[in-house]
């Protein structure tokens, strides 16, 4: 099976065309392919097929869960498009994924010369400020949908203990059945937010684009924040805008690779 490997910001993926999996179980080829040892690595597996002017995908994450869209992953793809067709800026790409149509256009090409889109990704719905209890603790969460589920803790100092800890304990947790992506957020200044994140299917990872969109939602909700930020995550920096029709994502993203498949 023929694969390609591409990332944003140290958030990376697999791709490969639908049609060309044999595998009954794609949990299981997720989860073989995305091991950091025995497979190729990635934190997600993202099948494909191509439709005009973009493609429809699903995205396994790396336990081989199904995640409804992924914001670095949608660039991803259309990044994979792009090095596959003539793609001068300007050209826009629709990416079908279970949360809906995302819409991007390629801006600019960066100083490396990979591809730069501006993706909108939609509202965010069901933002609210929720005390969810842990331990002897409660934890005070922005939580919402980005197309998937998150929440946000604002803090004062960004602690990766604190976001291992508390991320893998709300993966179980009963205020979220469906598991949580959750991000640490620390607003540096009204046009900055630092994030450190905690994947429901991953685990910590260096980027998540409907990560630093939830973080720069609750920030301007309930941190001081503008509606338009940067995202600081270890991985990179991503400009999010909050706009009344919704929330639009700029970054990069890069194709890394290609090959095959042979397990
Ligand atoms: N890294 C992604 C989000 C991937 C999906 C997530 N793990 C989930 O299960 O919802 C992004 O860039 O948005």
Redesign the pocket.
């Known amino acids: 099976m023929h694969f390609w490997k591409a990332h ?1 910001y140290g ?1 990376d993926f697999l791709y490969a065309a639908l049609a060309d999996v044999v595998s009954g179980d794609l949990a299981e080829l997720a989860r073989h392919m995305c091991a950091r040892t025995t497979g190729i690595g990635a ?2 597996l993202i099948l494909f097929e191509r439709r005009p002017g973009g493609a429809r995908m699903r ?1 396994h ?1 790396a336990d081989g ?1 199904i ?7 949608v660039r991803g793809l259309a990044a994979l498009l792009a090095h596959q067709q003539p793609s001068p800026v300007g050209t826009a790409f629709d990416i079908d994924t279970d949360a809906g149509t995302k819409h991007l256009a390629l801006v600019s090409r960066d100083e490396q010369g990979r591809p730069v889109f501006r993706a909108a990704m939609g509202r965010p719905e069901r933002l609210a400020q929720q005390d969810v209890p842990l331990g002897d603790e409660t934890l005070p969460l922005a939580t919402l949908w980005m197309g ?2 998150q929440a946000v803790w604002l803090v004062e100092t960004l602690d990766t203990r604190e976001m291992l800890r508390v991320g893998a304990a709300l993966q179980q947790h009963p205020a979220f059945p469906d ?1 949580v ?1 959750l991000e640490l957020a620390h607003v540096v200044s009204p046009g900055e937010v630092e994030i450190l994140i905690y ?4 685990g910590p ?1 260096h ?6 969109c939830a973080a720069a939602v609750a920030a301007a909700a309930y941190g001081g924040a503008a509606r338009v930020v940067d995202v600081v995550a270890p991985g990179g920096r991503q400009h999010v805008e909050w706009l009344d029709d919704g929330v639009y994502l700029t970054g990069w993203a890069e194709v890394l690779c290609q090959g095959t498949w042979l397990a």
């Open positions: 944003a958030n934190d997600g995205l994450n869960s995640a409804e869209v992924s914001g670095n992953g998937n589920p598991a992506n994947e429901r299917g991953v990872t980027s998540s684009g409907t990560g630093s």
